[in-house]
């Protein structure tokens, strides 16, 4: 027999054999996954039943690169800017820094050349990784079998047919069996080449990863301005991953045109740092995803998809900030209901060239109920305003640069309108219809804030959620080491005086930041409780980067005190929150040798903006915001030592201080004499 041919038969017997083999009972039940297709095939939906907005970063090296410390604080940085989805190799073929062992020294497989035999303590670092990226509710697009860019050595197709489809499928099985109860995995086949004659052996993969797994939905990685439903027309596509090099919103319109309908997202283009990328490429590629008719994107930066040198500085790089803020805009409104104003019958001129990079992309919801349009370069755009509702529309400029948005006003729908950019630069035109009074767009739409235990601390809220479920208390004192020192000796006449009469429960924690306070309240600290006052003071913790892996922006601990708000409301809706603003601090932390560690000033920084954003939280009912920075600081705008001996913590004198000037408050709170 002619050898190509029994090789043909073999494989086909393979297939066969993917087909006939019974499938785990719980693996068909479309219930059980984590993301399926929505109902018109054009987005993921979450089993929140949430559509599902892919924000996604190129974090390729990162089970073979990263120490876990350093992966905690990659993942929680993304998170925190709102990234939900990062491009992962599960094996490194060249970006290792010992590839294809990660960075603890285990090589995936004994023998590169069997796949069917896996070295189990790789996998567990690879498990670890995954969870990890769960933890903080973000979804891996899993490469298993990197192919590699044609012509280089980057990546697997040589050891794919050294392999062949046999071990390859017992690969395949392996991988299903051990990741199909993962809640956070899209399976991505191939990678920056078309299979060729090494497609068989990918799909020998894919069909054994399915034989296990019918939870996850698969996509591939072709070579750039390649179909992947040419090159992969088997059974197992589930959804397009656009890689353009050439007309970016060409390609992606394309995608979105095709019948039948399938979802897509822009899975890679120009990387920031790489091909002398400007920073409005890297923002028009992910805004023509979203106006194209995708589901998301993948922004890439380089040093940060390999973790080669600068990584950590690159996570605040004007991309990263860009996509935040991309992320938050489209998250305010019903993104996954915008239709592609191709034929341009709603905004009618300042367009672009269509073959050019400063082409306009726009996008109506069905209902035409809110309009976007981002403009690579400013310039005057006509909109034909009786494609809206009829009545009025509310129109905005929303900065991709800064995520700020500013009213321009309210308009009839009627007839042609032109809108001018305030100044230079990329720009979004957002219209909604003015009866739905919409707030500002990128305004709702912050990730959910992280709520997490506080390590080392369980003996003490041992001791605290014991007095708790003894005692009800009329006064909560909630914070950090600024509130747990109230208990030391110290500070005891202070105690006595202020609070000690009040009936009060000192719930400082040191070290707390917002989201351990978060997670306090919801793990028994509120439990029968409901005290008349709770004084808050949390966040300074939340600025460190030393202690630390990673601080919070303003912003987000504004969001973090705003979640613990709103526990208090939901579990104690009698108590009243007196939120003090974070005390100042200009505390410099020292290396052993004396230096400065990390940017105190940045810290101070964060923590007066953070301040600033905090009054806006008091409602004129339950929430009163007190500002009490000037106890601490001279007129010079420094901080009394004597009062803040370390600059960050109040001493007995400037703790007695702080009470006095509380005092008026929380005596008006309680509702009894003041102690003053």
Known sequence: MNPSHANGLRRMLLVCLFVIVPEMPAQDTGADRPLRLSENHRYLVGSDDEPFLLQGDAAWSLIANLTKEDAVAYLRDRRAKGFNTIVVNLIEHKFGRNAPRNIYGDAPFPDMNDWSVQNEAYFKHADWVIREAAKNGITVLLFPIYLGYEGKDEGFVDEAMANGPEKLLAYGQFLGRRYRSFDNIIWVMGGDRDPGPAREDVDMVAFGIRQYDRRHMFSAHCHSDSDPVVQYPGPWLDIIGTYPYQIVHEALIGNYNRKPVMPFFLLETIYEGEHNASQVQIRRQAYWAALCGGFGQVMGNAPIWLFGTGWRAALDSPGSVGMMHWGRLFRSR?????????????????????????????????????????????????????????????????????????????????????????????????????????????????????????????????????????????????????????????????????????????????????ENTLWNLTHGELRGQSPKVAVLLIGTNDADDVHFDWAHTPEQIRDGVAAILNVLREKTPATKVLLLRIFPRQNFYRRPDGTEQGSEAQRAASVLRAGELLSRLADGNSVRFLDLNSVFVRPDGTIDPGMMPDLLHPSPAGALAWARAMEPALSGLMGDAPRG
């Open 334 to 514: 019903r993104w996954f209901d915008l239709v592609p104003d191709q034929d341009h019958k709603v905004v009618t001129n300042g367009l672009g060239e269509f073959w050019g990079l400063d082409y306009l992309t726009a996008a109506a919801t069905a209902d035409g109920s809110t309009l976007i349009a981002y403009m690579p370069t400013e310039r005057t755009v006509t909109v034909d305003l009786t494609r809206l509702p009829k009545g009025q529309t509310h129109a905005w400029w929303f900065n991709p640069r800064t995520g700020s948005a500013d009213s321009i006003g309210i308009f009839p729908t009627s007839g042609p309108r032109q809108f001018t950019p305030p100044a230079m630069g990329d720009w979004v035109l957002v219209l909604d219809d003015a009866s739905r009074q919409l707030g500002a767009p990128g305004a709702e739409s912050s990730p959910a804030p992280l709520s997490e235990p506080q390590p080392g601390m369980e003996d003490r809220r041992g001791e605290k959620e014991a007095a708790l479920a003894a005692h009800h208390y009329d006064l909560f004192l909630i914070g950090d080491s600024i509130i747990q020192n109230l208990e030391n000796p110290g500070f005891k006449a202070v105690w006595d005086r202020f609070f000690a009469p009040r009936n009060a429960i000192d719930l400082g924690f040191s070290g707390g930041r917002t």
